[in-house]
């Protein structure tokens, strides 16, 4: 039988909505004085954040609370999954409860995904998860998204061919903004996806706020070509 989690055991974390500005930039076009900016680096030790010390199988880019993360790991504990998120409050959330419950198959890493994702090597991650980014509709906080050619070229480069990469966003000006970088992107075939054809189990922390509250949402499945 899965194991399940009794969630109520770890009382949630007071956490700004947002994190300090500079986290949503690459490290390299920040100048001056050093904030408090997760670590970047080019090479992982594998067997240090997953008990069978292989690579990870799917990645959750800005996992949040984790619950999407967590849940995904226990529905099949032979395959690893890795999320970035840059709010540090929530990483050790993520990790006292992974480290509590013994989980073995999943991490949630500190780490900012505009940075690219060097340490992870070609054409070995079967699903990439990106839900319910940030808005930041405010056009002078547009340069804040990651969603870009940039991190669409990471997300390729890292799909095994046939790899997939699922959206799911409630705010359709995010929506059309994504679909467009897609489409000038050129390297996915990608369609909404209704309930019949989304093939995850599990739902996100974000997912479950917007059924509760009716709040309409839609979800992409992009497959790398
Ligand atoms: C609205 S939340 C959604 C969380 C989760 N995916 C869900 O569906 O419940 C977006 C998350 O992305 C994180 N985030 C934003 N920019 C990021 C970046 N550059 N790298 C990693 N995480 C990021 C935020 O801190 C936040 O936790």
């Known amino acids: 039988m899965m194991k ?3 969630y109520t055991k ?3 974390p007071r956490i700004r909505h947002h994190a300090n500005p500079v986290l949503y930039f690459p490290l390299k076009q920040l100048k001056g004085e050093r904030f408090f900016y ?3 680096f080019d090479s992982v030790e594998w ?3 997953f008990q069978n010390g292989k690579p990870p199988d799917m990645l959750d880019i800005g996992c949040g609370l984790g619950r999407f993360l967590i849940e995904t790991s226990l529905t099949d504990e032979t ?3 890795l999320g970035f998120e840059v709010r540090h409050g929530a990483v050790e959330w993520i990790d006292n409860v992974i480290s509590s419950e013994s989980l073995r198959n999943v991490k949630a890493l500190w780490y900012s ?3 690219g994702f060097p340490f992870i090597k070609n054409e070995t991650i079967e699903k990439v998860f990106y839900f319910f980014p940030d808005p930041w509709v405010k056009k002078r906080h547009y340069k804040r998204r990651a969603f870009s050619a940039e991190l669409l070229g990471e997300i390729h480069r890292v799909l095994k061919p046939g790899g997939k990469l699922y959206l799911m966003t409630d705010v359709p000006e995010v929506d059309e ?11 996915f075939e990608f369609s909404y996806a209704d309930s019949a054809a989304w093939d995850l189990p599990v739902k996100t922390n974000h997912e479950i706020f917007c059924e509760g509250r009716k709040i309409p949402f ?5 497959v790398k070509q």
């Open 79 to 81: 395959k690893n999954i």
């Open 10 to 12: 770890y009382p949630l």
């Open 47 to 49: 067997n240090e954040l």
């Open 218 to 222: 839609v979800r992409i499945i992009c």
């Open 4 to 6: 399940s989690i009794n």
């Open 38 to 40: 997760p670590p970047v």
């Open 177 to 187: 903004f994504q679909q467009k970088v897609l489409k000038d992107f050129g390297k």
């Open 113 to 115: 995904a505009v940075n």
